[in-house]
């Protein structure tokens, strides 16, 4: 059981403005940063929002994140068919231990 | 550019032992709090551990607290993890990850990983 809760798929079609929530706790989400990542079948895992909300370089703008409390949100606009991939959420969390979330299957209808 | 190398995994038997590591290049090594992340087969991501630049500082999840130890050498550009009292469920591909640029925080750079198989 994960620490952070995503559901566990996401499906949309292309063109499509699609978004995968995070919710979490006061100790994690609530008191720190939000990172995203998407994993492509049979790769690491690569950052694509650190800090809530910002987007490293390289990473097309069709991609932003938002917090609000003990949830965070990870959206992504003009859907591609290459978005296909898993999405995971992240928290550094007070107890001294950093926490994901569970996963999100991303399907491009 | 940030490389990240992990090395070490294979096949163990329940109740072994084994070293992990991790050579990192392209950036200043002992600057960067590093991490150690696995992933069962099929499943999701788990933090394992963390260490600090000069090592003042570790942290691991109670799921291994006690059997596995998180290392480093600066000198040698290095990050290590050794697993002791292996079990079933620790069977995952490990990655071996930098913090993105701020310490105490999620990692951001990821290396490819490395497979261990816990079976008898």
């Known amino acids: 059981q994960s620490v952070l809760t995503q559901p566990p798929s996401a499906s949309g079609t292309p063109g499509q403005r699609v978004t995968i929530s995070c919710s979490g706790s006061s100790s994690n989400i609530g008191s720190n940063y939000v990172y995203w990542y998407q994993q492509l079948p049979g790769t690491a895992p690569k950052l694509l929002i650190y800090?809530?909300?910002q987007r490293p370089s390289g990473v097309p703008d069709r991609f932003s994140g938002s917090k609000s409390g003990t949830s965070a949100s990870l959206a992504i606009s003009g859907l591609r068919s290459e978005d296909e991939a898993d999405y995971y959420c992240a928290a550094w969390d007070d107890s001294l231990s950093a926490v994901f979330g569970g996963g999100t299957q991303l399907t491009v209808l | 550019e940030v490389q990240l190398v992990e090395s070490g995994g294979g096949l163990v038997k329940p109740g072994g032992s084994l070293r992990l590591s991790c050579a990192a290049s392209g950036f200043t090594f002992s600057s960067y709090s590093m991490n150690w992340v696995r992933q069962a087969p099929g499943k999701g991501l788990e933090w394992v551990s963390s260490?600090?630049?000069?090592?003042?500082?570790?942290y691991y999840a109670d799921s291994v607290k006690g059997r596995f130890t998180i290392s480093r050498d600066n000198a040698k550009n290095s990050l290590y993890l050794q697993m002791n009292s292996l079990r079933a469920e620790d069977t995952a591909v490990y990655y071996c990850a930098r913090d993105w640029i701020y310490n105490g925080e999620p990692p951001g750079y990821w290396g490819q990983g490395t497979l261990v198989t816990v079976s008898s």
């Open positions: 800090r809530n909300n």
């Open positions: 260490i600090s630049s000069s090592s003042s500082y570790i």
